[in-house]
């Protein structure tokens, strides 16, 4: 079964750091370009970074650049996001999602929730 | 940057109708990479519809996309109970953003 599980999600100050981690299972992770997406509390989606099978290509958000890393192993199946000098406006869940040039995002994990706040 | 809008922003109907929902870029969308998404409460996104007319696997027939362009519709032909839902679509053509449209929420009449 094709699997995207996040995790490293929490409360954490406005300033500070977090690293969120996706790991995957089910499919050849080293195919694929990856995606992180998120959702503030009662709003809608926000495409936040992408990063090619490779890890040779990426793109952020420009609410994002800057302060966010995104990076990949392919060896360990596993995607994630370094978020430096997190504000109040990066509260939100963060979904792991497989991209596909054709096919659109078509698998996504369960999300993990960042909150920034004093 | 493509900017997305949807509408109508609220949908309120009853199980047995039709569902239109719309969605107009501000430029046209490279190669009609336009993907529609279905979310209901504390769930992720699922992929309905890509490249603006593809339905993806395990969706059932009564979802339909087309358009092409700046201009794009989803249509539920017959709504089911478990169709009511936000709605969202997205183009993810030529270079990011992948922007998102803002959603369409889908309520029972």
Known sequence: EVQ???????????????????????????????NWVRQAPGKGLEWVSIIS????????????????????????????????????????????????YYYGMGVWGQGTTVTVSS | EIVLTQSPGTLSLSPGERATLSCRASQSVSSSYLAWYQQK??????????????????????????????DFTLTISRLEPEDFAVYYCQQYGSSPPYTFGQGTKLEIK
């Open chain 1, 53 to 100: 099978s490779s890890g040779g290509t990426i793109y952020y958000a420009d609410s994002v650049k800057g302060r966010f890393t995104i990076s990949r192993d392919n060896a360990k199946n596993s995607l994630y996001l370094q978020m430096n000098s997190l504000r109040d406006e990066d509260t939100a869940v963060y979904y792991c999602v497989r991209g596909d």
């Open chain 2, 41 to 70: 409460p504390g769930q992720a996104p699922r992929l309905l519809i890509y490249a603006a007319s593809g339905r993806a696997t395990g969706i059932p027939d009564r979802f339909s996309g087309s358009g092409s362009g700046t």
């Open chain 1, 4 to 34: 995207l599980a996040e995790s490293g999600g929490g409360l954490i100050q406005p300033g500070g750091s977090l690293r969120l981690s996706c790991a995957a299972s089910g499919f050849t992770f080293s195919s694929y370009n990856m």
